[in-house]
Protein backbone atom coordinates (compact mmCIF):
# COMPACT_ATOMS: atom_id res chain seq x y z
CA UNK A 1 0.00 0.00 0.00
CA UNK A 2 1.46 3.43 -0.80
CA UNK A 3 1.60 6.74 1.33
CA UNK A 4 -0.44 9.33 -0.83
CA UNK A 5 -0.77 12.92 -0.30
CA UNK A 6 -4.25 14.75 -0.76
CA UNK A 7 -4.42 18.49 -1.15
CA UNK A 8 -7.98 19.98 -1.75
CA UNK A 9 -10.49 18.24 0.64
CA UNK A 10 -13.68 19.95 -0.92
CA UNK A 11 -16.77 18.28 -2.39
CA UNK A 12 -15.07 16.03 -5.03
CA UNK A 13 -10.94 15.65 -3.51
CA UNK A 14 -12.83 14.96 0.29
CA UNK A 15 -14.52 11.62 -0.66
CA UNK A 16 -11.94 10.48 -3.55
CA UNK A 17 -9.33 10.82 -0.67
CA UNK A 18 -11.86 8.96 1.66
CA UNK A 19 -11.78 5.52 -1.41
CA UNK A 20 -8.00 6.06 -1.04
CA UNK A 21 -8.50 5.29 2.38
CA UNK A 22 -10.72 2.74 2.27
CA UNK A 23 -8.08 1.08 -0.33
CA UNK A 24 -5.94 0.80 2.53
CA UNK A 25 -3.66 3.39 1.82
CA UNK A 26 -2.13 5.68 4.28
CA UNK A 27 -3.98 9.20 3.23
CA UNK A 28 -2.02 12.42 4.08
CA UNK A 29 -4.55 15.08 3.40
CA UNK A 30 -4.52 19.30 3.39
CA UNK A 31 -6.69 21.54 3.10
CA UNK A 32 -6.92 25.46 4.26
CA UNK A 33 -10.10 24.84 5.31
CA UNK A 34 -10.32 23.07 8.51
CA UNK A 35 -13.81 21.28 8.30
CA UNK A 36 -12.13 19.12 5.01
CA UNK A 37 -9.33 18.43 7.29
CA UNK A 38 -11.75 17.34 9.86
CA UNK A 39 -13.86 14.73 8.10
CA UNK A 40 -10.75 13.12 6.45
CA UNK A 41 -9.37 12.52 9.73
CA UNK A 42 -13.17 10.77 10.89
CA UNK A 43 -12.88 8.56 7.89
CA UNK A 44 -9.21 7.01 8.75
CA UNK A 45 -7.11 9.48 6.76
CA UNK A 46 -4.14 11.50 8.29
CA UNK A 47 -4.08 15.32 9.02
CA UNK A 48 -1.09 17.07 7.16
CA UNK A 49 -0.17 20.63 8.53
CA UNK A 50 0.85 22.46 5.31
CA UNK A 51 1.13 20.99 1.74
CA UNK A 52 4.77 20.14 1.85
CA UNK A 53 4.11 18.20 5.45
CA UNK A 54 0.91 16.15 2.57
CA UNK A 55 3.83 15.85 -0.12
CA UNK A 56 7.17 14.97 2.21
CA UNK A 57 7.85 10.99 1.77
CA UNK A 58 4.52 11.00 -0.14
CA UNK A 59 4.57 8.01 -3.25
CA UNK A 60 1.95 9.51 -4.97
CA UNK A 61 1.14 13.57 -4.39
CA UNK A 62 -2.59 13.91 -5.96
CA UNK A 63 -4.73 17.26 -6.09
CA UNK A 64 -8.09 18.24 -6.45
CA UNK A 65 -7.85 22.39 -6.29
CA UNK A 66 -10.77 24.70 -7.71
CA UNK A 67 -8.47 26.50 -10.96
CA UNK A 68 -5.74 27.07 -12.69
CA UNK A 69 -4.22 29.94 -10.46
CA UNK A 70 -4.39 27.40 -7.52
CA UNK A 71 -2.98 24.46 -8.54
CA UNK A 72 -0.04 27.27 -10.35
CA UNK A 73 0.83 27.97 -7.03
CA UNK A 74 0.32 24.83 -4.73
CA UNK A 75 2.83 23.07 -7.24
CA UNK A 76 5.56 26.11 -7.84
CA UNK A 77 5.45 27.95 -4.78
CA UNK A 78 8.97 27.38 -2.87
CA UNK A 79 7.46 25.34 -0.45
CA UNK A 80 4.76 23.81 -3.20
CA UNK A 81 4.64 20.14 -4.10
CA UNK A 82 7.32 20.11 -6.76
CA UNK A 83 10.15 21.43 -4.28
CA UNK A 84 9.33 18.62 -1.54
CA UNK A 85 8.45 15.90 -3.65
CA UNK A 86 10.27 12.64 -3.31
CA UNK A 87 12.90 11.63 -5.91
CA UNK A 88 10.46 9.53 -8.10
CA UNK A 89 7.01 10.61 -6.80
CA UNK A 90 4.50 10.92 -8.88
CA UNK A 91 1.77 13.60 -9.13
CA UNK A 92 -1.68 13.71 -10.06
CA UNK A 93 -3.51 16.73 -10.55
CA UNK A 94 -7.17 16.03 -11.10
CA UNK A 95 -8.37 19.55 -10.66
CA UNK A 96 -10.42 21.38 -14.14
CA UNK A 97 -7.97 24.14 -15.28
CA UNK A 98 -7.07 25.38 -18.11
CA UNK A 99 -4.63 23.26 -20.74
CA UNK A 100 -1.82 26.07 -20.71
CA UNK A 101 -1.26 25.83 -16.90
CA UNK A 102 -1.33 22.17 -16.83
CA UNK A 103 1.60 22.06 -19.69
CA UNK A 104 3.40 24.53 -17.36
CA UNK A 105 3.47 22.80 -14.03
CA UNK A 106 4.27 19.18 -16.04
CA UNK A 107 7.25 21.10 -17.30
CA UNK A 108 7.97 22.27 -13.92
CA UNK A 109 7.92 18.49 -12.86
CA UNK A 110 9.62 17.24 -15.56
CA UNK A 111 13.01 20.16 -15.37
CA UNK A 112 12.45 18.41 -11.36
CA UNK A 113 12.42 14.90 -12.35
CA UNK A 114 9.13 14.14 -11.40
CA UNK A 115 6.53 12.58 -13.28
CA UNK A 116 3.14 14.31 -13.41
CA UNK A 117 -0.28 13.65 -15.19
CA UNK A 118 -3.11 15.90 -15.47
CA UNK A 119 -6.32 13.80 -14.64
CA UNK A 120 -10.13 15.67 -14.71
CA UNK A 121 -12.66 13.92 -13.96
CA UNK A 122 -16.51 13.79 -14.87
CA UNK A 123 -18.68 11.93 -12.42
CA UNK A 124 -19.60 14.67 -9.99
CA UNK A 125 -20.06 14.67 -6.12
CA UNK A 126 -22.03 11.47 -6.93
CA UNK A 127 -19.26 9.80 -9.10
CA UNK A 128 -16.45 10.76 -6.33
CA UNK A 129 -18.57 9.29 -3.70
CA UNK A 130 -18.67 5.98 -5.20
CA UNK A 131 -15.64 5.43 -6.83
CA UNK A 132 -17.19 5.16 -10.51
CA UNK A 133 -15.35 8.82 -11.86
CA UNK A 134 -14.06 8.80 -15.49
CA UNK A 135 -10.44 9.95 -15.61
CA UNK A 136 -9.36 11.57 -18.79
CA UNK A 137 -5.39 11.32 -18.58
CA UNK A 138 -2.39 13.25 -19.60
CA UNK A 139 0.92 12.90 -19.82
CA UNK A 140 3.51 10.17 -20.70
CA UNK A 141 2.95 6.29 -21.15
CA UNK A 142 4.95 5.92 -18.10
CA UNK A 143 3.39 8.20 -16.38
CA UNK A 144 -0.04 7.05 -17.68
CA UNK A 145 0.63 3.69 -16.07
CA UNK A 146 1.74 4.37 -12.77
CA UNK A 147 -0.98 6.32 -12.54
CA UNK A 148 -3.91 4.06 -13.66
CA UNK A 149 -3.84 2.11 -10.57
CA UNK A 150 -4.31 4.64 -8.17
CA UNK A 151 -6.83 6.61 -10.42
CA UNK A 152 -9.03 2.57 -10.40
CA UNK A 153 -9.33 2.95 -6.92
CA UNK A 154 -11.67 6.18 -7.23
CA UNK A 155 -13.35 5.89 -10.70
CA UNK A 156 -14.17 3.44 -12.88
CA UNK A 157 -13.14 4.61 -16.41
CA UNK A 158 -9.67 5.39 -17.11
CA UNK A 159 -8.72 7.31 -20.59
CA UNK A 160 -5.41 8.03 -21.65
CA UNK A 161 -6.20 10.98 -23.55
CA UNK A 162 -2.08 12.02 -24.71
CA UNK A 163 0.49 13.90 -23.56
CA UNK A 164 0.60 16.79 -20.84
CA UNK A 165 -2.56 19.10 -21.07
CA UNK A 166 -4.69 16.68 -23.01
CA UNK A 167 -6.81 15.25 -19.88
CA UNK A 168 -7.96 18.82 -19.80
CA UNK A 169 -7.96 19.28 -23.33
CA UNK A 170 -10.20 16.47 -23.85
CA UNK A 171 -12.05 17.58 -20.49
CA UNK A 172 -13.24 20.89 -21.96
CA UNK A 173 -14.11 19.49 -25.31
CA UNK A 174 -16.44 16.87 -23.86
CA UNK A 175 -18.42 19.94 -21.96
CA UNK A 176 -18.23 21.83 -24.73
CA UNK A 177 -20.72 19.54 -26.28
CA UNK A 178 -22.96 19.35 -23.27
CA UNK A 179 -23.15 22.87 -22.93
CA UNK A 180 -24.31 23.19 -26.40
CA UNK A 181 -26.60 19.97 -26.56
CA UNK A 182 -28.36 20.77 -23.26
CA UNK A 183 -29.36 24.01 -24.98
CA UNK A 184 -30.40 22.67 -28.39
CA UNK A 185 -32.45 19.74 -26.18
CA UNK A 186 -34.15 22.76 -24.27
CA UNK A 187 -35.07 24.64 -27.53
CA UNK A 188 -36.94 21.43 -29.05
CA UNK A 189 -38.90 20.97 -25.60
CA UNK A 190 -39.78 24.83 -25.88
CA UNK A 191 -40.53 24.71 -29.07
CA UNK A 192 -42.56 21.51 -29.19
CA UNK A 193 -44.62 23.41 -26.37
CA UNK A 194 -46.14 26.23 -28.80
CA UNK A 195 -46.65 23.60 -31.19
CA UNK A 196 -48.73 21.61 -28.77
CA UNK A 197 -46.39 18.51 -28.95
CA UNK A 198 -46.11 16.71 -25.12
CA UNK A 199 -42.77 16.42 -23.70
CA UNK A 200 -43.18 12.80 -23.70
CA UNK A 201 -44.23 12.32 -27.17
CA UNK A 202 -41.32 14.30 -28.53
CA UNK A 203 -39.09 12.31 -25.61
CA UNK A 204 -40.38 8.88 -27.03
CA UNK A 205 -39.86 10.02 -30.66
CA UNK A 206 -36.09 11.88 -30.27
CA UNK A 207 -34.67 9.06 -27.94
CA UNK A 208 -34.62 7.10 -30.98
CA UNK A 209 -34.21 9.15 -33.61
CA UNK A 210 -31.20 11.21 -34.93
CA UNK A 211 -32.17 13.67 -31.82
CA UNK A 212 -30.87 11.22 -29.59
CA UNK A 213 -28.41 12.45 -27.23
CA UNK A 214 -27.25 12.14 -23.61
CA UNK A 215 -28.59 15.67 -22.59
CA UNK A 216 -32.26 14.06 -23.89
CA UNK A 217 -32.00 10.47 -23.00
CA UNK A 218 -29.79 10.63 -18.83
CA UNK A 219 -30.38 14.37 -18.61
CA UNK A 220 -33.54 14.96 -19.55
CA UNK A 221 -34.08 19.24 -19.03
CA UNK A 222 -37.69 18.39 -18.42
CA UNK A 223 -39.60 16.56 -15.48
CA UNK A 224 -41.35 12.90 -16.23
CA UNK A 225 -39.19 11.42 -19.39
CA UNK A 226 -36.17 10.54 -17.14
CA UNK A 227 -37.53 10.37 -13.61
CA UNK A 228 -33.41 10.52 -12.44
CA UNK A 229 -32.91 14.14 -14.13
CA UNK A 230 -32.46 16.90 -11.86
CA UNK A 231 -35.58 18.56 -13.82
CA UNK A 232 -37.56 16.13 -11.29
CA UNK A 233 -36.24 17.60 -8.03
CA UNK A 234 -36.69 21.40 -8.96
CA UNK A 235 -33.11 20.95 -10.67
CA UNK A 236 -30.50 21.07 -7.86
CA UNK A 237 -27.30 20.13 -8.84
CA UNK A 238 -25.73 17.49 -10.19
CA UNK A 239 -23.62 19.93 -12.31
CA UNK A 240 -23.92 23.36 -11.46
CA UNK A 241 -24.78 26.51 -13.71
CA UNK A 242 -20.99 27.98 -12.12
CA UNK A 243 -19.64 25.04 -12.94
CA UNK A 244 -20.86 24.73 -16.15
CA UNK A 245 -19.89 28.24 -16.72
CA UNK A 246 -16.16 27.55 -15.98
CA UNK A 247 -15.81 24.35 -18.49
CA UNK A 248 -17.34 26.92 -21.12
CA UNK A 249 -15.02 29.88 -20.43
CA UNK A 250 -12.29 27.50 -20.22
CA UNK A 251 -12.97 26.43 -23.45
CA UNK A 252 -13.47 29.63 -24.88
CA UNK A 253 -10.36 31.11 -23.83
CA UNK A 254 -8.38 27.74 -25.08
CA UNK A 255 -10.32 28.33 -28.44
CA UNK A 256 -9.37 32.15 -28.69
CA UNK A 257 -5.48 30.64 -27.79
CA UNK A 258 -5.41 28.47 -30.54
CA UNK A 259 -7.34 30.21 -33.37
CA UNK A 260 -10.23 26.94 -32.78
CA UNK A 261 -13.73 28.59 -34.53
CA UNK A 262 -16.25 27.25 -31.49
CA UNK A 263 -19.20 30.00 -32.74
CA UNK A 264 -21.81 27.28 -30.89
CA UNK A 265 -19.69 27.32 -27.74
CA UNK A 266 -19.32 30.72 -28.20
CA UNK A 267 -22.88 31.06 -28.01
CA UNK A 268 -23.60 28.77 -25.01
CA UNK A 269 -21.51 30.31 -22.83
CA UNK A 270 -23.27 33.70 -23.10
CA UNK A 271 -26.44 31.93 -22.55
CA UNK A 272 -25.06 30.91 -19.68
CA UNK A 273 -23.84 33.30 -18.77
CA UNK A 274 -27.33 35.16 -18.92
CA UNK A 275 -28.74 32.54 -17.30
CA UNK A 276 -25.72 32.73 -14.47
CA UNK A 277 -26.43 36.10 -13.49
CA UNK A 278 -30.74 35.82 -13.77
CA UNK A 279 -30.09 33.78 -11.15
CA UNK A 280 -29.65 30.42 -12.13
CA UNK A 281 -25.39 29.84 -10.67
CA UNK A 282 -26.26 27.43 -8.09
CA UNK A 283 -28.97 25.49 -9.91
CA UNK A 284 -28.80 22.21 -12.47
CA UNK A 285 -27.54 23.52 -15.50
CA UNK A 286 -30.41 21.75 -17.11
CA UNK A 287 -32.12 24.19 -15.73
CA UNK A 288 -31.85 26.44 -18.74
CA UNK A 289 -34.52 24.92 -20.36
CA UNK A 290 -36.82 27.51 -17.83
CA UNK A 291 -34.78 30.52 -18.81
CA UNK A 292 -35.23 29.96 -22.48
CA UNK A 293 -39.14 29.86 -21.81
CA UNK A 294 -39.48 32.64 -19.60
CA UNK A 295 -36.88 35.32 -20.76
CA UNK A 296 -36.34 34.77 -24.16
CA UNK A 297 -39.77 34.06 -25.61
CA UNK A 298 -40.47 35.69 -29.36
CA UNK A 299 -42.57 38.43 -29.26
P1 LIG B 1 -14.36 22.71 -3.74
O1 LIG B 1 -14.31 24.19 -3.74
O2 LIG B 1 -15.43 21.99 -2.98
O3 LIG B 1 -12.94 22.12 -3.24
C1 LIG B 1 -11.70 22.70 -3.50
C2 LIG B 1 -10.90 22.65 -2.20
O4 LIG B 1 -9.58 23.13 -2.45
C3 LIG B 1 -11.50 23.52 -1.09
O5 LIG B 1 -11.77 22.71 0.04
C4 LIG B 1 -10.41 24.56 -0.83
O6 LIG B 1 -10.32 24.94 0.54
C5 LIG B 1 -9.16 23.79 -1.27
N1 LIG B 1 -8.03 24.67 -1.58
C6 LIG B 1 -8.00 25.78 -2.36
N2 LIG B 1 -6.74 26.29 -2.39
C7 LIG B 1 -5.98 25.50 -1.61
C8 LIG B 1 -4.62 25.51 -1.22
N3 LIG B 1 -3.77 26.45 -1.63
N4 LIG B 1 -4.17 24.54 -0.37
C9 LIG B 1 -5.02 23.58 0.06
N5 LIG B 1 -6.33 23.51 -0.25
C10 LIG B 1 -6.80 24.46 -1.08
O7 LIG B 1 -14.40 22.28 -5.30
P2 LIG B 1 -14.84 20.86 -5.89
O8 LIG B 1 -16.28 20.87 -6.23
O9 LIG B 1 -14.26 19.79 -5.05
O10 LIG B 1 -14.07 20.92 -7.30
C11 LIG B 1 -12.66 20.72 -7.40
C12 LIG B 1 -12.28 20.64 -8.86
O11 LIG B 1 -13.01 19.56 -9.49
C13 LIG B 1 -12.60 21.90 -9.65
O12 LIG B 1 -11.54 22.15 -10.53
C14 LIG B 1 -13.88 21.54 -10.40
O13 LIG B 1 -14.02 22.26 -11.61
C15 LIG B 1 -13.67 20.06 -10.64
N6 LIG B 1 -14.91 19.28 -10.81
C16 LIG B 1 -15.94 19.43 -9.94
C17 LIG B 1 -17.10 18.68 -10.12
C18 LIG B 1 -18.27 18.81 -9.16
O14 LIG B 1 -19.35 18.28 -9.48
N7 LIG B 1 -18.09 19.44 -8.02
C19 LIG B 1 -17.20 17.78 -11.19
C20 LIG B 1 -16.11 17.63 -12.05
C21 LIG B 1 -14.96 18.39 -11.85
Given at each position: MATIGFIGLGNMGGPMAINLVKAGHQVKGYDLDPSGLERHGAAGGTGAQSIA?????????????????????????????IAAAAAGALLIDCSTIDVATAREVASAAGG???HMVDAPVSGGTVGAEAATLTFMVGGSDEAFAAAQPVLAQMGKTIVHAGGAGN?????ICNNMILGVSMIGVSEAFVLAEKLGLDHQKLFDISSTASGQCWSLTTYCPVPG???????NRDYVPGFSTAMMMKDLLLAQ????SNGAATPMGERAAELYQAFNDAGGSGKDFSGIVNYLRSNMEKP
Open positions: DATRGADVVITMLPAGQHVQQVYTASDGIAGLGQAAKPVPTSPADAAT
